[in-house]
């Protein structure tokens, strides 16, 4: 079983839709959570960062960690075309550098 | 130059040959993070340098993967005698000290036939 579990999708939406994104994980140990975006032919850029358990929330994007039942989510308000890409949830543990990546879910929205 | 950047960009190999891909960070960022990213997968760590000092290569696959950073900056990995199962995009990203937020390279893809 692999450390941390992500759907791959694709998952296709309506332009406008809300969008929500999740990810599980096994290690108590991990305190660091990240989102990160990934066009085709990209590399991955960070889109948010949290510790420990709650919300936070930037422009159209919310992230939210349950560290007791090791669940993380993504949720994407009014999502547009552009917004259509790979995300990638991430975690580290405390003074930890090696970042462990879920295989990503892609994300289609429709115009 | 403004962010990470990798060459070549892609990289076409015959089964046994070596290969050596390149990793510019940005300036003064002493962090530096070596990933493999299968199709359909999420990058997975290789190895990580803290200025020349390489302090994790646990995630290298084979003895047939080096790493080096030898004056700090640029990072080579150099993969030896190279199999189909090689086959990958090797993503490059660094950091600034006690951030955990990485900047990732556009990646190299290596096609091993």
């Known amino acids: 079983q692999k450390e941390v579990e992500q759907d791959p999708g694709p998952l296709s939406v309506p332009e406008g839709a809300i969008v929500s994104l999740n990810c599980t994980y096994s290690?108590?140990?991990?305190?660091?959570f990240m989102w990160y975006r990934q066009y085709s032919r990209k590399g991955p850029e960070l889109l948010m960062y949290?510790?420990?358990?709650g919300n936070k929330e930037d422009g159209r994007f919310t992230a939210q960690v349950d560290k007791s039942s090791k669940y993380i989510s993504l949720f994407i308000r009014d999502s547009q075309p552009s917004d259509s890409a790979t995300y990638l949830c991430a975690m580290t543990r405390t003074g930890g550098f090696k970042t462990i990546f879920g295989a990503g879910t892609r994300l289609f929205v429709k115009a | 130059g403004a962010g990470v950047s990798q060459s070549p960009r892609y990289k076409v190999a015959k089964r046994g040959q070596d290969v050596a891909l390149r990793c510019d960070p940005i300036?003064?960022?002493?962090?530096l993070f070596w990933y493999q990213q299968a199709l359909g997968q999420g990058p997975e760590f290789l190895t990580y340098?803290?200025?020349?000092?390489?302090?994790?290569k646990s995630g290298l696959p084979s003895d047939r993967f080096f790493a080096e950073r030898p004056e700090g900056s640029v990072s080579t990995l150099k993969i030896q005698r190279t199999q189909q199962e090689d086959s990958a995009v090797y993503l490059c990203?660094?950091?600034?000290?006690?951030?955990?937020?990485?900047?990732f390279g556009p990646g190299t893809r290596l096609t091993v036939l």
């Open positions: 990203a660094s950091s600034l000290p006690a951030s955990d937020e990485q900047f």
């Open positions: 949290t510790y420990s358990s």
């Open positions: 290690n108590s140990a991990f305190q660091y």
């Open positions: 300036s003064g960022h002493v962090s």
């Open positions: 340098f803290q200025n020349e000092a390489q302090l994790d």
